[in-house]
């Protein structure tokens, strides 16, 4: 599929008056409100701020554990998976902190995350075999050089995702078989994230100091202000056009319209209407704006070209 971005333009905003300040919209968050897009409950970006200045973050991994364990359910799954395998290391080892531990179990996640790697990169060498020869030439080396990165224990740099699939699109960019291209770009999105697989998690962090790594467990969780129409796009920078989402979520968008979004993450609609539940039921303790929730609805029906059509009737009894 190609990414494409739709310009949304003429979109009427029906209220003059901004329902809600970001800090009344931030304070949301202080009430478990599961992320827009991938339902997962959200942690005020106000306790990470604070997490965030603690330096028993760098002690020992069984400290750290005690730190973190409230909020193990807002975790994410591989984070928590990654959590768990630190509470069992840290029984064994309890002088060790969260950098010693990930670095005892470097090597088989990187080697298990090298197999998934080096599958995924044979399918997308296949294509050498179709592709317009001075394209083929590029991918050839291209796929040398990552072989070269992925395949040496001891990499000059670490393999990117990002700058791979960057570099892919670059190197398929003319090629006139839009299905053609979709497939090699379908294969190279399929590359394991440090949010999807615990091996990817694991290599990564690996690099960086302890307290990141504890921060990194809760990171993708903290609530954040989603840019409804983008930025780039004339969104507006208030209330109007903010919606909450994590920071995996609101990451991983980018720039890209809602159908887009929908198209990556199935099950949002029936998120959105899981938050808009939510806050329907703050609504009617006083905690939060009708106007705000009537808002979100019309926005998120129009960017989302009807896709999202959020049930509000409960706002009305
Ligand atoms: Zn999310």
Do not use: W
Request: charged fraction near 25%; include cysteine.
């Amino acid at each position: 599929m190609e990414k494409k971005i739709v310009k949304t333009e003429n979109l009427s905003f029906k209220l003059s008056e901004i329902p809600l300040t970001k800090k009344g919209l931030k304070n949301l968050l202080n009430y478990r409100i599961p992320c827009l897009c991938c339902g997962l409950e959200m942690l005020h970006p106000d306790i990470y701020s604070k997490l965030m200045l603690k330096n028993e973050l760098s002690g020992t991994a069984t400290g750290v554990i005690h730190i973190l364990q409230p909020l193990e359910n807002i975790m994410h799954p591989v984070e928590r998976q990654v959590f768990n395998m630190f509470k069992s290391m840290s029984a064994k080892y309890p002088d060790k902190n969260f950098k010693e531990l990930l670095l005892l179990k470097k090597e088989v996640h990187e080697l298990a995350l090298v197999k998934i790697q080096s599958a995924i990169f044979n399918k997308i060498s296949f294509y050498r075999r179709i592709l317009p020869k001075n394209v083929a030439r590029q991918l050839r080396k291209l796929m040398i050089k990552t072989n070269d990165i992925i395949f040496d224990p001891v990499p000059h740099k670490p393999f990117s995702r990002k700058i791979f699939i960057n570099k892919i699109k670059n190197i398929i960019k003319n090629v006139e078989n839009k299905k053609l291209k979709e497939e090699i770009l379908e294969y190279a999105r399929r590359l394991p994230r440090s949010s999807d697989e615990v091996c990817a998690f694991v290599v990564k962090n690996t690099r960086k100091p302890s307290n990141i790594i504890a921060l990194n467990l809760i990171h993708s969780a903290v609530g954040t202000f989603e840019h409804l129409q983008p930025k780039c796009m004339n969104g507006m920078n208030n209330s109007l056009n903010f919606a909450l989402e994590c920071s995996y979520c609101n990451n991983s968008r980018h720039h890209f319209p809602i159908t887009v979004q929908i198209e990556e993450n199935p099950f949002m609609p029936q998120n959105a209407q899981t938050q808009i539940e939510k806050l329907i039921s703050l609504y009617r303790r006083g905690l939060c704006k009708k106007e705000y929730i009537i808002n979100l609805k019309q926005i998120l029906f129009t960017l989302s070209e009807g896709i999202i059509d959020l049930d509000t009737t409960r706002l009305n009894y």
